[in-house]
């Protein structure tokens, strides 16, 4: 099994930053795709960016330029940098791992944390 705990999240005025982590249980990232997903009130989870073991990401049309997503095995943490932020980004965001192979196989979520861009 693997555990994800995130953290960073918080209340940012717009045109802000925010880096969240992700903090995994184990060094699973070279086996890995990570991802950061999130959820507004009212509406359904949304993928915003991927990183795979290789170091390559993928972003939501409306988060590119804005958003970085990166890992750092030897912390076993996964980051979201976010910065220039919009009341649109305002929702919970939660990191997803899947692991593709070896111990601990398997599709693993956090508990998400709180993003909140208001003046």
């Known amino acids: 099994q693997v555990q994800l705990v995130e953290s960073g999240g918080g209340l940012v005025q717009p045109g802000g930053s925010l880096r969240l982590s992700c903090a995994a249980s184990?060094?699973?990232?070279?086996?890995?795709?990570m991802a950061w997903y999130r959820q507004a009130p009212g509406k359904q989870r949304e993928l915003v960016a991927t990183?795979?073991?290789?170091?390559?990401?993928n972003y939501q049309d409306s988060v590119k330029g804005r958003f970085t997503i990166s890992t750092d095995n030897a912390k076993n943490t996964a980051y979201l940098e976010m910065n220039s932020l919009k009341p649109e980004d305002t929702a919970v965001y939660y990191c997803?791992?899947?692991?593709?192979?070896?111990?601990?196989?398997?599709?693993?979520w956090g508990q998400g944390t709180q993003v909140t861009v208001s003046s």
């Open positions: 990183i795979t073991s290789g170091g390559m990401t």
């Open positions: 997803n791992a899947y692991v593709l192979y070896g111990l601990g196989r398997g599709n693993y």
């Open positions: 184990g060094s699973i990232f070279s086996r890995a795709v």
